[in-house]
């Protein structure tokens, strides 16, 4: 079983040169995947060591090295901060949104699940319920909706 499951393999026949006899392990089905991984490491030092070489081989000016903005010269930072209450808002979106997520199952199954464990769903529900609209009201208080503010 063992020998059948390694013939399958097309670096196989390498495996058994390279150890000079047949090896019968579930380790040497992996054989192929180590020398994939092996070649894709020495592959991309290969390249950065390539590009190091012969790269930037004399010195440029500054001018050389700064982004081209459709021949206008780029004035400030290239990208612009945000405040932290947009992030604020993005995660209470993402929350709320998961929440959604989560209901629409329970509204799937609730009237299947009301035959047999109905106060057990029920109030699963309710507390859900009742720690998002906790936080909901946590996030109102701390005016974490307001943009004007």
Known sequence: MIRESVDRFALAGFAD???????D??????????????????FSAGM???SKLAGKVGRRP??????????????GEGTPRFSVRFYLVAM???????????LYPWAVVYRE????HANLIFGAMLSF????????????KKQAFDWVH
Not at 113 to 116: A, H
Request: proline share 6%; hydrophobic share 60%; net charge negative.
């Open 17 to 23: 040169r390279f150890y000079g006899r047949r090896v």
């Open 25 to 42: 392990t579930e380790l040497a089905q992996y054989f192929p995947v180590l020398l994939l991984i092996a070649l894709a490491i020495g």
């Open 48 to 50: 950065l060591l390539v």
């Open 62 to 75: 500054p001018v050389k090295d700064t982004p081209y903005e459709c021949g206008m010269v780029p004035i």
């Open 92 to 102: 209470l979106f993402i929350l709320f949104d998961i929440e959604v997520v989560f």
């Open 113 to 116: 699940m009301l035959v047999t």
């Open 129 to 140: 319920l009742g720690i998002l609209t906790v936080g909901y009201v946590y996030a109102v």
